[in-house]
């Protein structure tokens, strides 16, 4: 083992952890003053739940073992046979426990961008059941089809360096099943939503950008070359996003937005995820700069014709974003940069990588969907999916959980 390896690891694993309070932040300030709480609340429970679910039994079932490509054992529960020593099997320079808790903070992250897609109208319970299932119906087996031992879209083929398919297309995916069944807020087409805590969301995007650089260059799992390349790929596409989000704000409304800078970096990151590590510096621009207009107009179809209220854009950013950077690898990647890729991109005069990286995104999909209403019949058995509209009028900080951001004495609390 290594020690600059494993220090490098674990400054990137707390880097990851970091990205779930700033989402909490991201998605607490695009919200009304009446649902902060409950915002901020459904990124903080799953904190808690994700890491008791991952070391009980999650790590063992996406890492452990190998069943027909799609899921592991429990050969691992409570981490039983890991000693604090041991090196495991998908990073021998580090020690086992640290790649764990690397993977870790990727299954605390993931099931919590599903929430901004429901804001103002899901019940906490409902809200609850659902993220305990849906971590073991499509994530586990996902981040093992993946990244596992044999998984079933790695021996395809298919690439995906810090979580294009394991995180961002499915919760995407799912988040706008779920916003789909659980139908549009009340008055919907006729109130105009207010961003209500600008630096709130400037903040979390911060955050966000900073343990991205875990996010992605961790993903390398050593302090070497690629994890330098994975680290500047993510900062050229960031920074690309924010900057064609901002002509995107000039040209539409002829000024530019912090809002609109923060979800333009935001995309940009989620775009680069999957092809961090593959593809070459000057795609990281082309990556970058091309996925907020096509976010952009997603959104305005989503929204506009379809009248779908995917709340804070989960599926634009993480879905659309995902499936982007996914078809973009599938393009731009290089064996020469990372010899996990089997084949150069499509750019470079080879189909094969571009294919597998579409049936890995179409399988993605499928599994999301699936997976997703399969956890929302479950839940129905035990309550409501939603709010009643008292409720939702009040606001699900007072209604669900008897607190208010912002308590006042003037009855302006909506």
Not at 72 to 92: H, K, Q, S
């Amino acid at each position: 083992m290594n020690t600059g390896d494993t220090a490098f690891m674990m400054i990137c694993t707390a880097l990851v952890f970091f990205m779930t309070p700033g989402l909490a932040f991201f998605y607490g300030g695009l919200v009304r003053r009446k649902n902060v709480v409950n915002t901020m609340l459904a990124c903080t429970f799953i904190m808690g739940l994700s890491v008791v679910m991952w070391i009980l039994f999650g790590y063992s079932l996406s890492f452990g073992g190998n069943h027909a490509g799609i899921i592991g054992d429990f050969r691992w529960f409570g981490l039983n046979g890991i000693g604090m020593g041991d090196a495991g099997p998908y990073a021998p320079t580090i020690p086992h426990f640290v790649y764990i808790a690397f993977q870790m903070m990727f299954a605390m992250i993931t099931p919590a961008l599903i929430t901004g897609s429901l804001v103002g109208r899901v019940k906490f319970k409902a809200l609850f059941i659902f993220i305990l299932l849906w971590s073991i119906v499509v994530y586990y087996p996902m981040a093992h089809m993946v990244w596992g031992d044999g998984g079933l879209l790695a021996e395809l083929g298919s690439v995906d360096f810090a979580g294009g398919n394991v995180v961002h297309i499915s919760s995407g995916v799912s988040a706008l099943v779920f916003a789909i069944i659980l139908g549009r807020r009340k008055g919907y087409e006729h109130t105009a939503y207010r961003v209500h805590n600008i630096p709130f969301v400037a903040l979390g995007a911060f955050i966000l950008w900073f343990g991205w650089f875990g996010f992605n260059a961790g993903s390398a799992l050593a302090a070497d070359g690629l994890a330098a390349h994975a680290f500047l790929t993510s900062a050229v596409s960031s920074a690309s996003a924010m900057l064609s989000w901002m002509l995107i704000d000039v040209v539409k409304d002829k000024k530019p937005t912090l809002v609109g800078a923060s979800t333009g970096l935001v995309v940009g990151l989620v775009a680069i995820t999957p092809g961090a590590g593959f593809v070459p510096m000057w795609s990281a621009f082309i990556i970058g700069a091309l996925v907020s207009p096509i976010y952009s107009f997603t959104i305005s179809i989503l929204k506009g014709k379809l009248k779908i209220d995917d709340a804070l854009d989960a599926f634009g950013c993480h879905g659309i974003g995902g499936i982007w950077g996914g078809i973009a690898t599938g393009i731009f990647g290089k064996h020469s940069i990372n010899n996990v890729a089997k084949w150069d991109g499509l750019v470079f005069g080879d189909y094969r990588l571009f294919v597998a990286q579409i049936i890995g995104i179409v399988v993605t999909i499928a599994v999301a969907i699936v997976g997703t209403l399969v956890c929302l019949a479950i839940v129905r058995i035990f309550t409501e999916l939603r709010v009643d509209e008292k409720e939702e009028k009040i606001g699900l900080d007072i209604s669900e959980h008897g607190e208010s951001a912002y308590p006042t004495f003037n009855g302006l609390d909506s």
